[in-house]
Structure formats: C-alpha cells, structure tokens
C-alpha cells in the first residue's frame, strides 16, 4: 500500500522539548528504581549465605572429626556389619530407590 | 468514500512493525500461558507450552527493548497521551464510551470528545506500560534466575506474573474485539496506517484539532 499518500500528519511538537525531558526522566527512573533495589537485595541475599559458608568452615575447623570416613562410629558399622562401602548390604540400606515425582507435594 | 478522500497518518511502519510482532509473540503467549496455568495436559505436553512460553517471551522481550531504543520518542509520546486526563475521561468512563449502548441496545448516544486515544484505550495503554514492564521482567527472573532472587522474591514474582498476565489477557480480548469492529483503524494498523481524516475528526476530534497539521510538500 502506498503509504505516501496521505496529506495530514502528527505534529512533531506534540511533545515539548521539556516534556521530552520530564518524561523520559520519570521512565527510565521508574525503570532503574526497581532493578537497583533487586540488585541491592541479591547481593544482600549473598552476603547471608556467605557467611552461613564462613561458620561452616569455622565449625568444621573446631571439630575433632572433620570427615565421615575418619568418623569412628561409621568406620565400626562397615568394619563389623556393612562390608565396604557400595557393598551390596549398604547399597540396599543407605542407597535410595529411585526419583519421586515431588511436584504435587 | 469519495475519491479525493483527505488521510492522516496515524500508525507509520515503526508502530505497524512492532505492533505486528506484539500480536505475534503475545497471542501465544496468552495461549501457552493459560495453558500453563490449568495443566490440562500431561507432563511432556506441558513441557512443550513452556518452552513455546519462553520462546515467544523472549521474541516479545526483543521487540518491546527495540521499540524502546529505536522508537523512544514515539513511546515518550505514548506515555504523555496515555496518562493525560480530564473531566472528559470521567464522561466517557460513565457511559463506557457508549459502546455497550451501541451493541446491547443499538442506540448511539452522545460521546465526550476523545483526543488519540480514548478513555478506554488510555487505560489499555497504562496497563500495558505498567503491566507489560512487570510481565517481562518477572518472567526473565522466573525463568532465568529464580536460585539467584532472595528467598520469598521468586514468588513474589510469581504473583505479580499471574496477576498482570490475567489482566493483560482479559484486556486483550476487549482489544481485538474492538480492534477489528473498529474496521478503518484495523486497517490503519495492519495495513497502510492511515485513516480518513473525516473519521478522525468524528472518533478522535481533540487529535485532529490540537495535533494535527498539514504536510507541506
Ligand atoms: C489480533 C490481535 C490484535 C488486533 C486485531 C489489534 C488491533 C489494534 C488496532 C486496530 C490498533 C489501533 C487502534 C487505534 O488506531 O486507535 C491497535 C493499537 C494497539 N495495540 Fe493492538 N491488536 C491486537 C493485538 C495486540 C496485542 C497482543 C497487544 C499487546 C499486548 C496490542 C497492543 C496495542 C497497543 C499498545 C496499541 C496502541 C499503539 C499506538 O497507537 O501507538 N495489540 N491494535
């Protein structure tokens, strides 16, 4: 279709150059205020599990036993019952069966 | 229609072309997203709606950040008429526009002078800006980054994207009912983006009289 021909068009002085200004600063503030607050709360989300991470660590290096295979209790139950690890007693007790569906739980 | 018929251009091709893909990737979107909120089907088949869902978000996200860019003077001036009021909105508020007199009763009754948009459109426009922003925006979290939000954020996300979606949708459908009914800014839109100057000046007399102007050539 033949654009070209029309007669009438929009005045481009519709919008003054101080409206132009106005509104266009109200947007992209409205804009910006939201992601600055979300950007704000992330880090502020990271600092929380960074720190929860540093205890951890502090605990773990307070602690006399650091890892499961140096824990005695466990050492004793595959000594004296369970074989080895992956071993067919403790693949059937401590392994799980299989995926479950959880999205209706 | 006589032959030397006086136009106006209401729509040139940047509103046509970004408006063509709005329809193309928002459509769509409704669909796979009420799909998306009924679970009707089983899990492979909700999973395909997903990912058309995100697709066509991610096309819609592409065309509204252009158009912002590209067309930034054009949405500045869509902001302006948009949130423009006077007493004549609350008029045309109280008798809807006299539509429902047309269609229900078939009467036309006397209507408070419109300028671009109309009242009804105004609104339409608000809750497009505001709630096409809100959409966007949570849906890129929702889907790209939902362990990186703080806890509690991510539903909030949700809900904010449920409500906007169903206001967007229901809107919608008054706006194609009414977008094809209105058959001379059907074709101003989809076609060639003109429209008759005498029927500007019926349905959209404060546009005529304060906007627009003659081309000298
Ligand atoms: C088949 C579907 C659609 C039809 C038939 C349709 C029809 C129209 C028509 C005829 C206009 C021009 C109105 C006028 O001249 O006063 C228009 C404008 C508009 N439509 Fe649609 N539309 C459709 C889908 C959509 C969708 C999905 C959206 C976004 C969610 C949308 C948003 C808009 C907006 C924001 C405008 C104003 C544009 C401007 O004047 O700058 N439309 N539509």
Redesign the interface.
């Known amino acids: 279709m033949k654009e070209e021909r029309y007669q009438y068009e929009e005045s481009p002085s519709y919008v003054s150059r101080r409206e132009f200004i106005a509104i266009s600063g109200i947007v992209i503030a409205i804009l910006a205020l939201p992601a600055v607050w979300i950007r704000s709360a992330v880090v502020k989300r990271n600092s929380y599990i960074r720190a929860r991470l540093n205890g951890l660590y502090k605990d773990d290096a307070g602690s006399k036993v650091r890892v499961s295979h140096g824990n005695s209790g466990v050492a004793k139950l595959y000594k004296d019952f369970a074989g080895h690890p992956l071993s067919e007693v403790s693949e059937e007790l401590f392994h799980t069966q299989s995926y479950v569906n959880r999205t209706r739980i | 229609m006589s032959k030397n018929q006086?136009?106006?251009?209401k729509h040139?091709?940047s509103v046509r072309s970004f408006h063509y893909l709005l329809v193309l990737s928002f459509i769509p979107l409704a669909i796979t997203g009420v799909v998306l909120f009924f679970k009707p089907f089983d899990q492979l088949t909700m999973n395909l709606y997903m990912r058309i869902h995100v697709v066509t978000g991610v096309i819609l996200t592409l065309d509204a950040v252009a158009y912002f860019i590209i067309g930034?003077?054009r949405?500045?001036?869509f902001?302006?008429r948009s949130f423009s009021f006077s007493v004549n909105d609350i008029k045309w508020f109280s008798i809807l526009g006299g539509y429902p007199q047309k269609f229900l009763l078939g009467k036309k009754v006397p209507v408070p002078p419109m300028g671009k948009y109309n009242s009804g459109q105004k609104l339409f426009g608000i809750c497009v800006l505001i709630g096409g922003?809100i959409l966007i925006?949570t849906g890129w979290g929702l889907w790209g980054f939902p362990h990186?939000?703080?806890?509690g954020?991510t539903a909030l996300f949700g809900t904010l994207h449920l409500v906007f979606g169903w206001i967007l949708i229901l809107f919608l459908l008054v706006h194609v009912f009414l977008g094809i009914y209105m058959f001379d800014d059907f074709k101003a839109m989809f076609?060639?983006?003109?429209i008759p100057?005498e029927e500007a000046k019926e349905m959209a007399p404060l546009w005529v009289e304060?906007?627009?102007?003659?081309?000298e050539r």
């Not at chain 2, 006086?6 to 251009?9: K, N, P, V």
């Not at chain 2, 076609?191 to 003109?194: E, F, V």
Request: no cysteine; glycine share 4%; hydrophobic share 55%.
């Open positions: 006086s136009w106006i251009l040139p091709w930034f003077t949405v500045i001036a902001v302006k922003t925006a990186i939000l703080p806890h954020m076609l060639h983006g003109k100057y304060t906007e627009i102007v003659k081309i």
